[in-house]
């Protein structure tokens, strides 16, 4: 695996982890955030139904009393009689209890038909009776409608707006009815209004930067929002349903209206805390008479969009830190354990180095060794050619007095076969014949062995005859040839061709094309033949020397005149025949060779050498 594969595998397990974490963060960051929210909004409902449980309950017991108070200024009188001035009784008792409350805005007498009869307005402190001419018939109001049957039991009226002469009454006055019945002589419905403008301004300020408070009726209108245009939509402007919160929130209704205690929903990028609270805690729920609110505590979504904006800043900058550093660690991580594997691939390549330049070491120590063999062989021929060279020379001078003698003999047993012929004399000329032509060959041999020798210890340039040089060697082969029937060798060699130069290296060079056929071309049973052909070309020699053998690999041929290249080491060949060829021809003769083989068709070595070589000046 490669270091950006690695680093990128790393990497990417580091950024999911990373990611994972973030998330896991940010889901715990917001979760706890939402529990505040929902502990801030709890404490909010909780503290606004407190306070607008106690006015209710404060309503109850307040018109409870009223009631008492009536009955009890009345039943001073005669039951069966009615007292004339019950009425001014009655406004006496009204004045004196609106000044008990500042909730009490209206106090009203109403008879059983609707027609109220006596109404006690109190706005700022300040008691007014209204005149009769401004009395209205209020039967069509609900809370006449739904005054209680008995006079034990209080009826407490929906959250409304007080209206006046069918106006609204500005600013608005928030307004519950507390309803009880009179029986008696004198029967009629006591109503008092309470005005909750106090207590919704108090309400309003339970609200934060970060949690608002909104109250809305039965019908999902709103009586308190943090929006003020929103409130009292409902009665404002029936037939317009962007006042109520169906049109703006449908699942938050949806939940409102199946909410039972305390709910909580998060929708819209914001929280809710639904609450629904009955005004009259004592009523029967079931009824639908019973007039009910909702209490809605919301979490300010701009507020919580930018914390939930920064809190992902936040992660994402520490995840981006994090992560950064996470890959600076890792790619410190991954660069030093390929630094160490690349230092450890070095070693390696290193050792497998050393260990091939000491099996090269091996092998040029051993070719030494081979090369001090050839060397020390090559002198032992050298020092017996030497002793080959003095026994030819020494044998050269008796053979040609035996010669001269056989000659004299010859010249006197012509005489005497002239002046006394007879076959005796005739086959002593005969002998002599036979004895002088052995003579003349063992001569002939003497003087090529003294030439081959002469001419190999010789270092000086030397004139000679190209052919004498090709005759004296193939003399040689002779014994080897007989040896091997099957091979034979071809020389066409003109007469003609003098040159100067060095004729024992060119002996050498033909030697060593020779045996290199005769030892590597042909195998033991092979028939073959090794052809030589020379010729003049300019004031160059073209010796071409040819076998119809084995061949040469392609991968051998590239390599044949490097030393210690040969096929033959198990045999004992040292590999430097071709090469001292190569070194003699190209260096020392200042001509070329060129080799060309095919397997199973032969080898080729042509040679192009200068007739005269020139003699570098010292």
């Known amino acids: 695996m490669s270091q950006k594969s690695l680093l990128f595998m790393y990497l990417s397990g580091a950024l999911i982890f990373i990611m994972l974490l973030s998330w896991g963060s940010y889901r715990f960051f917001l979760d706890n955030k939402i529990s505040q929210l929902a502990f801030s909004e709890s404490e909010v409902l909780s503290r606004s139904a407190s306070v607008f449980s106690r006015e209710m309950g404060h309503i109850k017991r307040v018109t409870l009393l009223l009631r008492n108070s009536i009955n009890a200024r009345l039943s001073t009188q005669n039951e069966k009689t009615i007292p004339s001035d019950w009425e001014a009784q009655v406004v006496d008792e009204f004045s004196q209890f609106a000044r008990t409350s500042k909730l009490i805005s209206q106090v009203r007498w109403i008879m059983p038909d609707g027609q109220e009869h006596i109404r006690i307005n109190s706005q700022v402190g300040v008691i007014s009776l209204v005149p009769e001419d401004q009395l209205q ?18 009826y407490i009226s929906s959250l409304d707006l007080n209206i006046e002469n069918k106006e609204i009454v500005r600013p608005f006055q928030p307004t519950v009815r507390g309803v009880v019945r009179v029986n008696g002589e004198i029967p009629g419905i006591l109503v008092v209004n309470y005005d909750l403008s106090k207590l919704f301004e108090l309400v309003r300020t339970f609200s934060s930067d970060g949690v608002h408070l909104e109250i809305l009726d039965s019908n999902g209108d709103w ?48 929280l809710w805390s639904l609450l629904k609270l009955h005004i009259d805690e004592e009523a029967d729920v079931q009824s639908s008479q019973a007039p009910s609110l909702y209490f809605i505590a919301r979490s300010n979504s701009e507020v919580f969009s930018a914390w939930r904006a920064r809190l992902i800043l936040s992660i994402i900058g520490i995840a981006v830190v994090f992560f950064a550093l996470i890959a600076w660690l890792v790619w410190r991580q991954v660069t030093a354990q390929f630094e160490t ?51 030819a020379h020494e044998m050269h001078t008796p053979l040609g007095g035996v010669r001269m003698a056989l000659s004299s003999c010859k010249v006197w047993l012509d005489k005497e076969a002239k002046l006394h012929p007879s076959d005796g004399l005739e086959k002593m000329d005969s002998s002599l014949q036979i004895a002088e032509k052995n003579l003349v060959r063992a001569l002939d041999v003497v003087s090529s062995f003294k030439r081959i020798v002469s001419d190999r210890t010789a270092q000086d340039v030397q004139a000679f005859f190209f052919h004498n040089v090709v005759n004296d060697i193939l003399l040689t082969y002779k014994p080897i040839l007989k040896k091997r029937a099957d091979i034979s060798i071809e020389a066409q060699c003109p007469e003609d061709i003098d040159m100067l130069g060095y004729p024992g290296a060119m002996s050498q060079i033909i030697q060593n094309l020779i045996d290199n056929a005769l030892d590597h071309g042909f195998q033991r049973l092979d028939k073959g033949v090794i052809t030589l052909t ?61 080799a060309v083989s095919e397997i199973d068709v032969g080898t080729t070595f042509t040679l192009t050498i200068p007739l005269r070589v020139e003699i570098d000046p010292e």
């Not at 018939?137 to 008995?150: E, G, M």
């Not at 409130?231 to 929130?249: Q, V």
Request: cysteine-free; charged content about 25%; aromatic content about 6%.
């Open 137 to 154: 018939n209020k039967s069509d109001r609900h809370y006449v409608q739904n005054a209680p049957d008995s006079s034990n039991d209080v």
């Open 223 to 270: 009586v308190l929002a943090a929006d003020k245009v929103l409130e009292w939509g409902g009665i404002l402007h029936p037939d317009n349903l962007n006042f109520n919160i169906k049109t703006h929130f449908p699942a938050i209704w949806q939940e409102m209206d199946a909410v039972d205690g305390l709910e909580r929903v998060f929708d819209d990028g914001r």
């Open 341 to 391: 594997y690349r230092l450890l691939k070095l070693v390696q390549q290193e050792k497998a180095q050393a260990e091939q330049i000491n099996r090269k070491l091996s092998l040029t120590n051993k070719r030494l060794v081979d090369l001090q063999d050839e060397l020390v062989e090559s002198s032992k021929l050298s020092s017996l050619g030497l002793m080959v060279a003095g026994l």
């Open 534 to 594: 020379a010729k003049k070309e300019q004031e160059n020699l073209v010796l071409v020397i040819s076998d119809n053998g084995r061949g040469i690999s392609s991968e051998i041929k590239a390599r044949i005149f490097d030393p210690f290249v040969t096929t033959g080491r198990t045999n004992q060949h040292t590999g430097l025949g071709l090469h001292l060829v190569n070194q003699w021809v190209n260096k020392l003769m200042k001509g070329r060779i060129d």
